[in-house]
């Protein structure tokens, strides 16, 4: 429906789905404006949906993109790229640089694009909630983080949190990040290389002394989805363990995100042998290591990106604010247990307060504004469990969204290559 507003979006587009939100760093973006979001109370399940603005298919030869202006790990990106039809189109949200020689040079911008986006995205939901209908979901906020919109769709019982990104998609891999492939990996082997490197994405996000309406982040969102295929189950416990205890704990100041946890798992992937990262019983061990690599990285400020190494990810941060956190990390490190019930305790207090949220619902006598005289929360709750199942029970698999902008009721998914 946006796409038909301007037709600025590809007709043909294909939206990657990522389980979690971004402000729990499923792809790297680090915005101190995102709103906090309770779940229980605000939202049940959350996702991330990134949504190409526009599309580069580069067939062979690496992307080089423009990058002398940028940090690294970022870039601007000129729409010298691109045919003139899409110049045309996508001027008004581009920056303007005058050459000597009298060229002009269109920049990308990541926040005149999200402005746009926005305020599309929010004709579409007006016109939907004029004009209900049955099966659609109900919009309960529609709020815009920085560069990121945050909408709460209610459906059926449920209500589902969708963290929307604005991007820029490229198939092939990035000239910068091209040494990195010649290096040794644990996924040698299990996948192949055309999987890990099937393409990237540059997201609206700026470093931290960077021009924010110009500059982009890379995201390698596509290749850690394949990557996690490689990932012993038991690590995976111990990440999403060690993201439970410090996702509060290191919030602020701002410093640590799942996202640097997450590299840091990648680079111990590469660093210890194989026959151990497999032992099923290792969790614990795991977890601990996860919280020393931490500490490691902390008290050293080092953390490399792991696609492209030459980028610290925490050369930023003041000596004050590393060492507040590698001490509350110490105290996690002497009795993790309690730490790990803590935050048990309060995953199990937001399921009873999502399970007293949707029994009040299920007694209200209030109709939904979405209703038609039926009971459409039956077939729509099925919807968003089918989602949910079908995210959950695909553990590092690709999983993409198709909507055919003249029939927006019918979506369907791809998971690696399977359809549904």
């Not at 459906?155 to 000239?175: C, E, H, N, T």
Request: proline share 5%; hydrophobic share 40%.
């Amino acid at each position: 429906m946006v796409q038909k507003l301007d037709q600025k979006l590809p007709v043909a587009n294909e939206y990657l789905l990522l389980s979690g939100g971004v402000r729990e760093g499923v792809v790297d973006l680090d915005l101190d404006e995102l709103n906090v979001y309770a779940r229980g109370t605000d939202y049940d399940m959350d996702f991330t949906l990134l949504v190409p603005a526009l599309k580069l298919h580069d067939r062979n030869q690496p992307v080089t993109l423009d990058m002398r202006h940028s940090a690294l790990c970022h870039s601007w990106l000129s729409l010298r790229l691109f045919d003139e039809g899409t110049i045309s189109k996508w001027k008004d949200c581009c920056t303007i640089v005058d050459h000597i020689n009298g060229a002009t040079n269109y920049f990308f911008s990541p926040t005149k694009v999200a402005d746009w986006f926005y305020d599309s995205i929010s004709i579409v939901l007006s016109e939907i909630q004029k004009k209900p209908q049955r099966g659609m979901p109900k919009v309960e906020k529609v709020e815009k983080n920085g560069t990121i919109i945050s909408v709460i769709l209610g459906v059926g019982s449920s209500r589902m949190l969708y963290d929307i990104v604005p991007v820029v998609s490229f198939k092939g891999w990035p000239a910068v990040a091209q040494s990195w492939l010649m290096e040794n990996h644990f996924w040698d082997g299990k996948i192949t290389e055309e999987e890990v490197i099937s393409g990237f994405y540059l997201v609206p996000a700026c470093s931290y002394k960077g021009k924010k309406d110009n500059e982009w982040r890379l995201s390698f969102a596509r290749s850690e989805v394949q990557l996690k295929k490689c990932i012993s189950s038991s690590l995976m416990q111990a990440y999403q363990a060690c993201k439970a205890i410090i996702i509060k704990l290191l919030s602020r100041p701002k410093a640590i995100s799942p996202y640097h946890l997450r590299s840091m798992m990648l680079w111990a992937c590469d660093r210890l042998p194989a026959s151990y990262l497999a032992q099923e019983d290792y969790a614990a061990h795991f977890l601990l290591g996860l919280i020393d690599d931490l500490q490691h990285c902390l008290v050293n400020k080092m953390c490399p990106n792991y696609f492209i190494p030459q980028c610290n990810m925490l050369e930023h941060l003041s000596e004050e604010t590393v060492m507040l956190h590698a001490r509350k990390l110490s105290s996690v490190r002497s009795d993790p247990a309690e730490h790990l019930r803590t935050a048990i305790e309060h995953v199990k207090a937001a399921n009873r307060l999502t399970l007293e949220l949707q029994r009040r619902g299920s007694t209200s006598s209030i109709p939904s504004p979405q209703s038609d005289g039926g009971d459409p929360n039956q077939p729509d709750d099925r919807l968003a469990k089918k989602l949910q199942q079908l995210v959950t029970e695909n553990p590092g698999k690709s999983i993409s969204v198709f909507i055919n902008p003249d029939d927006v009721t019918r979506p369907h998914f791809r998971i690696d290559d399977k359809f549904f």
